[in-house]
């Protein structure tokens, strides 16, 4: 028999196969890193590397595709089993994964009435057409077809969002009609609600969690009928803005649960390497409040951030060794970090002198969210002339998302975030604005990637402007995906610090490629590009502190940092440094 069957354990080509895996997400990782990645599972020991497939960044806009770079999937698959792994798929139309939208297309928002995640026909509709282009691009890496890929997921986490069974199953079907014939599979929390909402009939369940392992596969014994898989053993977790720490997990007791898997089942762990939420691709999770995930996805992972090992490295590959021997391969050099010192800022100019040159301007006698305008991520702006209006007593934004910082003639008078955006903010004195421009900067933090608020995540003011209890119309809108920032034309600066949404330049000159963080102390809230390339986010309430710059993103030669800085907050030099600034570390239970 060839490929994988699922009886009472994995059978791989008839014999008994015990599944040892580690997630490593492509698009978290720039290429040139794949292989010592991909190389330092290998030699400790895993057999298989497992990924998520994101929507979002592979139809980044409806109908048009993108396979390239850091989402070139078949060379990240083809350098997999080049190296000696097998592959899990999980081209899940959601991910989760802490990641922006849960790896939905923003675009999927335009539309008025969408529904996610159940038999909604324009749901599934969009679904359809987008398998119609990412199945045959896999199916040549299936195991049967000569790939290194064993399994595919049909949902992520179902059980905790939902029960329509109807919908599971058409996606099971929808997933075969294209020839594929790997075992498929389903994973939810080992609990009673999310295995029975998650299940679909003669497909393979197995657990997501990040302890307690022996209860855990004792509770899945009442649903599995197969072999006992944790397909997400949790490291660690993520971190959130404003948490005042970065979360770790004991190494003790990691190694605990682990062994209790090598010995009674199968094991993906998650994260072998969590990487980075490069650009503005943070997820958030919305409970009592918004809480959006920092740019690292370090995760406490086996590899740190850039690919460190770790002890929790040094102690996985000793328990695979005593039960397997050791690898065929050896761990890969380490890679160099740098600290480059201090660069000073050559070029500024503000947002203000920037809108004609970055943006695209509508008009509108309302104001219009982000997907509205085909714009999906980064920032909005909504400038309108008050010429009735003696003083400004009080704002309020309706259905708005997520930060808004409110400025008359260029000069901030409030800033409302998340439950603020709930209530009218008060403005105290009155604020003359009688004759004076008013600009509305509403940031995209990161869209909820888990539960019921993702049905809420239009970005920008998708409703109205109320100024002193009352409606007010006339709008020019400036869309700031901030995709194009070569476009910029940066002026000479000063050496005062500018108390205005600005961007700032940094050049400087390199004769040695390594990694290194950028280190944002100092700065206020806002993004950083590398030669064009967005790192991400970074806010000054931490707990991350430092952006990680991977070396292959510079070049020898001169290289460009642009800071984008919305709270006039920022420095006229930056530190490139050699040791990452998570913050303080706590541990958690996951």
Known sequence: MSGIEIKDKYYLDGKEFHLISGAIHYFRVVPSYWEDRLLKLRAMGCNTVETYIPWNMHEPKKGKFNFDGMLDLSAFIKKAQEIGLYVILRPSPYICAEWEFGGLPAWLLKEDGMKFRCTYKPYLDHVH??????????????????????????ENEYGYYGDDHAYMEWLKNLIRSYEINVPLFTSDGPYDDAFTGGKVDGILQTGNFGSHAKERFEFMKKYVDGPLSCMEFWLGWFDDWGSGFHHTTSVERNVTDFAYMLDNGNVNIYMFQGGTNFGFMNGSNYYDKLTPDVTSYDYDAVLTEDGQLTDKYISFQKEISKRYGHADVEVPDIIHRKAYGTIKADGYVSLWDSLLDISTKEDSVYPVSMEKLDQSYG?????????????VGEVRLIDANDRAKIYIDHKNVATMYDRELLEAKKLEPLVPSLDKDMDILVENMGRVNFGPFMLKQRKGI??????????HFGYEIYTLPLDNIDKLKFETIDNKRKEEPAFYRFSFEVNEIADTFIDMEGFGKGCVFINGFNLGRFWEIGPQKALYLP?????????????????????????????????PCEQVSP
């Open 551 to 583: 070396g292959p993103l510079m070049k020898i030669g001169k290289n460009e940092i642009v800071v984008f800085e919305t709270e006039g907050k920022a420095e006229l030099s930056i530190n490139l440094i050699d040791h990452s600034k998570l913050g």
């Open 462 to 471: 998708d409703g109205a402007v109320l100024i002193n209890t009352h409606q």
């Open 379 to 391: 920032y909005i702006l909504y400038h309108t002339h008050l010429d009735e209006i003696p003083a």
């Open 129 to 154: 057409d987008y398998y119609d282009t990412l199945m045959p691009y896999i199916k040549p890496y299936m195991y049967d077809n000569g790939g290194p890929v064993i399994m595919m997921q049909i």
